[in-house]
């Protein structure tokens, strides 16, 4: 299976689209856990999802839309199984070498002291990361986790 | 709430600059700190600097841009720097960086907090 082991059924879902403004970082991240929380998630678990999304968004305000202001598309869907699929898309620039991007300390922004560990963040904080990018078009990150938390959703 | 879910108070002792982040730190609220907490630095030039994380309910890894940032900064000057008590998430991401082979992680257990 694709998505290693997560079912396809989806139970609920969720779509939000903010403009890449930096005070949304925090809007973004607090609505997800917000509508992930339905599953009843360890603290941790939670703690570990606003992180890897606050990443994301972050890469759409900071990379993306670097010189200009953009939506950013983020859609939730709780899986039958505990689990979770979180999107955020954009349609900012994209990234030319998403291997390299994926890299840990891999930074195209020396400038403005970044870390280079967004990837990374959300590759050790959520179970997949899926990345596709088009130079010129946008990018597409897609981020599974199951929560071990014994939640039953309706 | 523009810029309110974060900021820091700080003490300064015979070269020791101690900063207490308090909130949500984040790309929004880094770009905010690192300046007020920078112009601190410059103007007391510590020879330690204690960033005390106690009250950081969260961080991605602005975080660490902020706080090796202002590392290199007191290095510059000569000076030193530890991190005091980062709760649970906050230390997941401190080791997901390997931050403690740079800089010290001392648990305070409160006892620095004013």
């Known amino acids: 299976m694709r998505n290693k082991g997560f079912s396809s059924v989806v139970r609920n879902e969720m779509k939000l689209t903010l403009p ?20 009843d998630p360890a603290a941790s678990e939670l703690a570990d999802v606003k992180c890897a999304v606050s990443e994301a968004v972050t890469n759409c305000i900071v990379h993306a839309y ?5 939506s950013i598309y983020i859609t939730v869907k709780i899986l039958e199984g505990n689990g979770v699929r979180i999107e955020v898309r954009d349609r900012g620039c994209g990234i030319a070498d998403v291997k390299a991007a994926r890299q840990p300390l891999f930074t195209t922004d020396p400038s403005g002291e970044r870390s280079g560990m967004g990837f990374t ?20 990150v897609i981020m599974f986790k199951r929560f071990a938390g014994r939640g039953e959703n309706k | 709430m523009m810029n309110s879910n974060c900021g820091f108070e700080h003490e300064y002792n ?26 601190l630095i410059y103007e007391k030039r510590p020879q330690r600097l204690l960033l005390d994380l106690s009250g950081v309910g969260f961080m991605d890894s602005s975080g660490l841009g902020l706080i090796m940032g202002r590392y290199s900064l007191v290095r510059e000057f000569g000076g030193s720097m530890a991190i005091l008590d980062p709760a649970e998430p906050i230390m997941k991401i401190l080791n997901l960086a390997g931050i403690k082979r740079i800089i010290a992680i001392e648990k305070t257990k409160g006892a620095k907090k004013k």
């Open chain 1, 20 to 39: 890449s403004y930096s005070v949304n970082e925090g809007v973004a991240r607090a609505v997800v856990a917000a509508f992930c929380a339905q599953l």
């Open chain 1, 66 to 70: 670097r010189d200009s202001v953009g």
């Open chain 1, 121 to 140: 963040v959300m590759e050790n904080f959520m179970d997949i990361l899926r990345v596709r990018s088009k130079p010129g078009k946008g990018t597409v």
């Open chain 2, 14 to 39: 015979e070269g020791e600059l101690y900063v207490r982040l308090r909130g949500e730190i984040d790309h929004h609220s880094a770009a905010m700190l690192r300046g007020d907490i920078d112009t």
